[in-house]
């Protein structure tokens, strides 16, 4: 089965600086890989997605994550957070091949500071 | 664009009591979800639904029905509500055919039980 540890349940950081939310898989194969991001008072929204290819994935807002097989991490940055960052990041993975269920990790809260 | 409209938003119950949510979708998606959400823990799967009438467990389906009479609609049942139990309630809907893992989310429903 697979699963998903986020080892960091609050993380503050000040506007402008630099972002890393950690996120570490289980899986018997090289699962898929998503960052979600949940705003104040809304559901989940997609962030950026990993299937296979350049480690490296774009995401919305200037948000990228990188993909290490050899450390089974899914690691999310950004180069400079601004307060509207704030907000609970949640890592999920899903193994190839058998739709869309999604093990999620238990979330990150982030608080960005002035 | 879609959207997915969870009622009530907000549920007050008594304890023991049989409390049920009700999730529509107008994505057209086959695949639709519950799960709860408890602070510090993460999401969990309640119930999913692969297509119109349609039930598969997910990995904490005790205490819970589900149903799909209707593609559109997804409805979750907490057959008997425990005190002081509280916690969100998401609903999702996925493209099942695309394999892609990337669900989308209503805005939840919070369940508090007195």
């Known amino acids: 089965a697979q699963s998903v540890t986020q080892p960091d349940a609050r993380v503050t950081v000040s506007e402008g600086a630099s972002l890393q939310l950690r996120c570490k898989y289980s899986?018997?194969?090289?699962?898929?890989l998503f960052w979600y991001v949940q705003y104040p008072r809304q559901g989940l929204q997609l962030l950026l997605k990993?299937?296979?290819?350049?480690?490296v994935v774009q995401g919305v807002n200037g948000f990228e994550a990188e993909f290490s097989k050899s450390n089974s991490s899914f690691h999310l940055r950004k180069a400079s957070v601004h307060w509207s960052d704030s907000a609970v990041y949640f890592c999920a993975v899903s193994k190839q091949g058998t739709g869309s269920k999604l093990s999620f990790g238990k979330g990150a809260k982030l608080t960005v500071s002035p | 664009g879609g959207i997915i409209t969870q009622t009530p938003k907000f549920l007050i119950g008594q304890e023991g009591q049989k409390l049920t949510l009700k999730c529509q979708q107008n994505f057209n998606h086959d695949t639709m979800y519950w799960y709860r959400q408890d602070s510090g823990k993460g999401l969990r799967l309640i119930y999913y639904s692969i297509t119109e009438n349609d039930l598969q467990k997910g990995d904490l389906s005790e205490g819970y029905d589900a149903s799909r009479e209707k593609k559109s609609s997804f409805s979750l049942t907490v057959t008997s509500a425990q005190k002081n139990e509280m916690a969100v309630f998401l609903c999702a809907s996925s493209i099942r055919t695309a394999n892609t893992g990337q669900l989308y989310f209503g805005e939840g429903s919070k369940l508090t039980v007195l």
């Open positions: 899986s018997s194969v090289t699962p898929y």
């Open positions: 990993y299937y296979s290819g350049d480690p």
